[in-house]
């Protein structure tokens, strides 16, 4: 399976980062918790965005365009293979940066592509 990072991870469960941890731990996917909250989700702890995952296949974000400016050089120098814009997290400055890089960007929910088996 390919290594997920979640960008904005959280210990609510009414969040959906904290929703989609659970679910691709479910789907038996590796994950890292990137986030600013202190804690665990799924049994994986929340890191802050220090250390670069050389072996990210899919960046899923759970911060809006207002806080992404300050994990640009994070997501570029993590090299992953695409970026999951979810709902609400769309960005049109990000989505054009990633493409200079060779990184797909990708508008979509990840709960509903782990849930349709498109993930």
């Not at 899919?58 to 120098?77: F, R, W």
């Not at 814009?85 to 960007?105: A, S, V, W």
Request: net charge negative; hydrophobic share 35%.
């Amino acid at each position: 399976m390919k290594k997920t990072l979640i960008i904005g991870a959280s210990p609510d469960p009414s969040r959906y980062a904290y929703k989609a941890a659970h679910m691709l731990k479910r789907f038996n996917h590796d994950f890292v918790n990137v986030g600013i909250k202190k804690g665990e989700v799924a049994g994986v702890e929340i890191e802050k965005p220090e250390q670069i995952h050389q072996d990210i296949d899919t960046i899923t974000l759970y911060i809006g365009p207002d806080l992404q400016a300050q994990y640009h050089d994070y997501i570029l120098e993590t090299k992953p293979k695409r970026v999951i814009f979810n709902p609400g997290t769309e960005n049109l400055e990000l989505e054009k940066l990633l493409d200079q890089h060779n990184i797909e960007p990708v508008e979509a929910c990840t709960l509903v592509l782990l849930t349709t088996g498109q993930y």
